[in-house]
């Protein structure tokens, strides 16, 4: 398959029946997680297009022609973007399985928000608050946060 992968043109030989997790851990990309394996937990979440997408029960052969984001690209001369800055300064990072996959559900979250208002979250219509975070971020479990510090993070 032909795809952009964190912004870059990549060919990926993948077997057909391999997931995307699969395929993007065999090409070095180990920050999404393999949690449960059958779509329950998030940890293996990227962006696809800039959707969130469960990688492990996406095929591999999903990603020709769409641009992937994972949690790699998202640091940039080894500077923290500001979702994973605001993790890190909320103490929501403690064994880090789920963080990878939290932090591209947020990313894509926020972009969504900063696109719909246009470009400043804090006028746009979309209504903010704990509980629509909450709501956003349902399909990604934390066994050791307890989520309060997640929700404050984003
Ligand atoms: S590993 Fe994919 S949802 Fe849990
Ligand atoms: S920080 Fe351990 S699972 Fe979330």
Redesign the pocket.
Known sequence: IQCQLNGKPVELVVDVRQSL?EALRAHGLTGC?????????????VLIDKVPI????TLAIRAEGRAIRTVEGESINGELSPVQQAYVDAGAVQCGFCTP?LVMKTTSYVEGLSQSAGGCCQSGSHAIDRDDIRREHA?N?CRCTGYQTVVDAV
């Open positions: 997790l997680k393999e949690g449960c394996g059958v779509g329950e937990c998030g940890a293996c979440t469960d990688s492990c029960i996959g399909g479990l």
